[in-house]
C-alpha cells in the first residue's frame, strides 16, 4: 500500500485548501493511504512513514514560507540521508498571478532534492490553461476549476508514481493508463 504524506504550511488557510484537494487526488488511487500534516504538527516520523511527500507552503517573497523551511532545517536536521529516494511534489498559494508560486515550487524542490527525494512535475493540462510542470499554483484561495484540478491532478500523479516505484505496480503508471491524463468533472 503507498503511503501518500501531504504536509503543507498555510498563512491565510489558502494553502490548507490546496493540501485537502491534493489529499483528495491522492486518495483517487487505490491502495493509497493519504496522511495530511500541517508543517507545525508534524515530525519526522511522518516524513520517514511515507513514501511519497506532497509539500505545500505560501509564496512568501518568491520562496517557501520560513516556518517550511525551519522544519527541513531543525527537525528534519539529523535525518538528513535517511528518507532518500521517496518521490516528492511541491504546491504553493500566493497572493496573486505572478506572484512567485513556481519559484516557490521550485525552492520546495530544492529542499527535497537535497534530502535525496525524487521530485516531479506534470506535464498533463488540469483545463485549458493551467498546467502543474513546477507543481500545483493558486493565486489566494483555490477557487477557479482548473486550479483545484491541478491540485487533484498533483496529489493523484504522486500516488501513481509511489504505486510504480514504491509498490512496483506499473499498471498504476500514468502513461499505462490514458484515463489517468484527465481528471473527472
Given at each position: 500500500?503507498?503511503?501518500?504524506?501531504?504536509?503543507?504550511?498555510?498563512?491565510?488557510g489558502?494553502?490548507?485548501?490546496?493540501?485537502?484537494l491534493?489529499a483528495?487526488?491522492?486518495?483517487?488511487?487505490?491502495g493509497?493511504e493519504v496522511?495530511v500534516?500541517e508543517?507545525?504538527?508534524?515530525?519526522?516520523?511522518?516524513?520517514?512513514w511515507c513514501?511519497?511527500l506532497?509539500?505545500?507552503s505560501p509564496?512568501?517573497?518568491g520562496?517557501?514560507?520560513?516556518?517550511?523551511?525551519?522544519?527541513?532545517d531543525?527537525?528534519?536536521?539529523?535525518h538528513?540521508?535517511?528518507?532518500d529516494?521517496?518521490?516528492?511534489?511541491?504546491?504553493?498559494?500566493?497572493?496573486?498571478?505572478?506572484?512567485?508560486a513556481?519559484?516557490?515550487?521550485?525552492?520546495?524542490?530544492?529542499?527535497?532534492?537535497?534530502f535525496?527525494f525524487?521530485?516531479?512535475?506534470?506535464t498533463?493540462?488540469?483545463?485549458t490553461?493551467?498546467?502543474?510542470?513546477y507543481?500545483a499554483?493558486?493565486a489566494r484561495?483555490?477557487?477557479?476549476?482548473e486550479?483545484q484540478n491541478?491540485?487533484?491532478?498533483?496529489?493523484?500523479?504522486l500516488?501513481?508514481w509511489?504505486?510504480v516505484?514504491?509498490?512496483g505496480?506499473?499498471?498504476?503508471?500514468?502513461?499505462a493508463?490514458?484515463e489517468s491524463?484527465t481528471?473527472?468533472?
Open positions: 500500500m503507498g503511503k501518500i504524506l501531504v504536509l503543507y504550511h498555510s498563512a491565510s489558502n494553502t490548507a485548501k490546496m493540501a485537502a491534493v483528495e487526488g491522492a486518495g483517487l488511487i487505490p493509497s496522511r500534516r508543517v507545525a504538527t508534524a515530525t519526522p516520523d511522518d516524513v520517514h513514501d511519497g506532497a509539500v505545500g509564496t512568501n517573497m520562496v517557501l514560507s520560513w516556518q517550511m523551511k525551519r522544519f527541513w531543525e527537525a528534519m536536521f539529523t538528513w540521508g535517511k528518507v529516494g521517496k518521490v516528492a511534489c511541491a504546491f504553493s498559494s500566493s497572493g496573486g498571478w505572478g506572484g512567485g513556481e519559484i516557490a515550487c521550485q525552492s520546495l524542490h530544492m529542499v527535497l532534492m537535497n535525496g525524487l521530485v516531479f512535475g506534470v498533463d493540462y488540469a483545463g490553461t493551467m498546467t502543474a510542470h507543481g499554483v493558486a484561495e483555490p477557487r477557479d476549476a486550479v491541478a491540485s487533484r491532478l498533483l496529489g493523484r500523479r500516488a501513481e509511489v504505486a516505484v514504491a509498490d505496480r506499473k499498471d498504476q503508471h500514468p502513461l493508463k490514458p491524463r481528471l473527472p468533472g
